[in-house]
Nanobody, 129 residues
Framework: QVQFVESGGGLVQPGGSLRLSCAAS????????IGWFRQAPGKEREGVSC????????YYADSVKGRFTISRDNAKNTVFLQMNGLKPEDTGVYYC??????????????????????WGQGTQVTVSS
């Protein structure tokens, strides 16, 4: 089973940037895709972006397209989320998780987060002036 540790969050002003990291350990070949998810206060966890293992295809929620970029470093078993042009509505706790093929969707907001198993501690992102 793959386990993840997220880092890189913080407090940033609107329009600022952050780069999140997701370090994987365990059976790192045992997943179909890795996704970034976020949970805003009082809201359900939602998909933000994901990257497919076999070909590196990337997918984004409409709300972050053009601002966020997901990437990976296979040698380090790490997935990144570069976030530019941050907005207050991007505030939340950001998590990464493995996505089995049965739950994968190119429309990342449709990925069933309740079915993805265990979650890491996440990393807090706060966008505020």
């Amino acid at each position: 089973q793959v386990q993840f540790v997220e880092s890189g969050g913080g407090l940033v002003q609107p329009g600022g940037s952050l780069r999140l990291s997701c370090a994987a350990s365990g059976f790192t070949s045992d997943y179909y895709a890795i996704g970034w998810f976020r949970q805003a206060p009082g809201k359900e966890r939602e998909g933000v972006s994901c990257i497919r293992r076999r070909d590196g295809s990337t997918y984004y929620a409409d709300s972050v397209k053009g601002r966020f970029t997901i990437s990976r470093d296979n040698a380090k078993n790490t997935v990144f989320l570069q976030m530019n042009g941050l907005k207050p509505e991007d505030t939340g706790v950001y998590y990464c998780a493995s996505i089995p093929e049965i739950h994968f969707s190119p429309s990342v907001t449709n990925i069933p987060t309740d079915d993805l198993g265990s979650w890491g501690q996440g990393t807090q992102v706060t966008v505020s002036s």
